[in-house]
T-cell receptor, first 110, second 114 residues
């Protein structure tokens, strides 16, 4: 019940395209849903996060869409750039403890 | 703020040797987490501390692994004896009890056991 399922495992997008990464969860007690971005040789870094009382949050080119009834949330990267190439992890939190998805390796082609 | 500081960045050791990984959390953060990352298993939580007290060590794979947090600014993860299957990147992360915004990760220690 603590699992967070993430897809796809890898994603290749052309520069300027839209990257979409999806996550699903089971535990309805989760109350905070962050996305982390990890570059090679670095630790994961918080990118954007949402709480379940809103359906969408946008920060620049990054948007989280949240569907509480379906227990799903997704990250959309608009106008994807080669510099966005990284591994993205979704996560869900209960009692301030995060459960991470398995990660998506995004490659944005120039 | 210097962020979460881990040392060493890289460690290569021979099987059977003791390995100690170090972490300095962000000042004022009262929760500390140790993660292991591999291609096969992704990010695995090994252990976490609240106010220097170990809360959940169910992710520690074997008795060969131990972690301590003697004070609010320092934690260690020790592997004794090390084995080749322990090769991975080990991350330390910390978080605040206040306005919560998730975890801040260090840059990790890449451990290779040969």
């Amino acid at each position: 019940q603590q699992q967070v399922k993430q897809s796809p495992q890898s994603l290749i997008v052309q520069k300027g395209g839209i990257s979409i990464i999806n996550c699903a969860y089971e535990n309805t007690a989760f109350d905070y849903f962050p996305w982390y971005q990890q570059f090679p040789g670095k630790g994961p870094a918080l990118l954007i996060a949402i709480r379940p009382d809103v359906s969408e949050k946008k920060e620049g080119r990054f948007t989280i869409s949240f569907n509480k009834s379906a227990k799903q949330f997704s990250l959309h990267i608009m106008d994807s750039q080669p510099g966005d190439s990284a591994t993205y992890f979704c996560a869900a939190s209960y009692s301030r403890q995060l459960t991470f998805g398995s990660g998506t390796q995004l490659t944005v082609l120039p | 703020d210097a962020g979460v500081i881990q040392s060493p960045r890289h460690e290569v050791t021979e099987m059977g040797q003791e390995v100690t990984l170090r972490c300095k959390p962000i000042s004022g953060h009262n929760s500390l987490f140790w993660y292991r990352q591999t291609m096969m298993r992704g990010l695995e939580l090994l252990i976490y501390f609240n106010n220097n007290v170990p809360i959940d060590d169910s992710g520690m794979p074997e008795d060969r692994f131990s972690a301590k947090m003697p004070n609010a600014s320092f934690s260690t993860l020790k592997i004794q004896p090390s084995e080749p299957r322990d090769s991975a990147v080990y991350f330390c992360a910390s978080s605040s009890q206040g306005a919560w915004g998730g975890y801040t990760f260090g840059s990790g220690t890449r451990l290779t056991v040969v």
